[in-house]
T-cell receptor, first 110, second 117 residues
Framework: SQKIEQNSEALNIQEGKTATLTCNYT??????LQWYRQDPGRGPVFLLL?????KEKRKERLKVTFDTTLKQSLFHITASQPADSATYLC?????????FGGGTRLMVKP | DAGITQSPRHKVTETGTPVTLRCHQT?????MYWYRQDPGHGLRLIHY???????DKGEVSDGYSVSRSKTEDFLLTLESATSSQTSVYFC????????????????FGPGTRLTVT
């Protein structure tokens, strides 16, 4: 079965620095991978998706990379702000079906 | 925000009682999903629907049933609630139209916090 792993430990960084979150997967080669943000007490919100042949995708201060050889996606937030503090989830896209990782909590300190 | 609501938002019930959670969408999307979220397990798919009266099981479907009699409503029923079903339940929708379509993001509802005592 598909397995998708994110660092379960919280990531603490200083405001202004770049946050890098990792998503690793096994037993599957997804054509797409999606990233979501989840704030406490709320449902996840879609941020970005990347296709296997895109390697890198950007949206404002967000950047996602997708390495199908390493079976890994990296999610970067540049010039991080305290408002970026949240849990970030990655998800394998299996065709209208998503398998989510456990999420990584990001804390940006002022 | 996508037009998706869940009711109730909070519920406390006793072991052995039936519970029904409702998801309502105003987007006319074909796909609807029920997930549960627990510490240490992340989001896990319970059941999903790809059209009216068309449903299928997800990863953790035991003890749950679903129904979809209208495009806009997707119901999740716990026939006899157990303490292991204490969780936060999320409904989601997607704009895809067939099983082999990729790249459709999901829109999530606000969640229902269910406690089974």
């Amino acid at each position: 079965s598909q397995k998708i792993e994110q660092n379960s430990e919280a990531l603490n960084i200083q405001e202004g620095k770049t946050a890098t979150l990792t998503c690793n997967y096994t037993n599957y080669s997804p054509a797409y991978l999606q990233w979501y943000r989840q704030d406490p007490g709320r449902g996840p919100v879609f941020l970005l998706l990347i296709r296997e042949n895109e390697k890198e995708k950007r949206k404002e201060r967000l950047k996602v990379t997708f390495d199908t050889t390493l079976k890994q996606s990296l999610f970067h937030i540049t010039a991080s702000q305290p408002a970026d503090s949240a849990t970030y989830l990655c998800a394998l896209d299996a065709g209208n079906m998503l398998t989510f990782g456990g999420g990584t909590r990001l804390m940006v300190k002022p | 925000d996508a037009g998706i609501t869940q009711s109730p938002r909070h519920k406390v019930t006793e072991t052995g009682t039936p519970v029904t959670l409702r998801c309502h969408q105003t987007e006319n999307h074909r796909y609807m999903y029920w997930y549960r979220q627990d510490p240490g397990h992340g989001l896990r798919l319970i059941h999903y629907s790809y059209g009216v009266k068309d449903t299928d099981k997800g990863e953790v479907s035991d003890g749950y049933s679903v129904s979809r009699s209208k495009t806009e409503d997707f119901l999740l029923t716990l026939e006899s609630a157990t303490s292991s079903q204490t969780s936060v339940y999320f409904c989601a929708i997607s704009g895809g139209t067939s099983p082999w379509e990729f790249g459709y993001e999901q829109y999530f509802g606000p969640g229902t916090r269910l406690t089974v005592t």
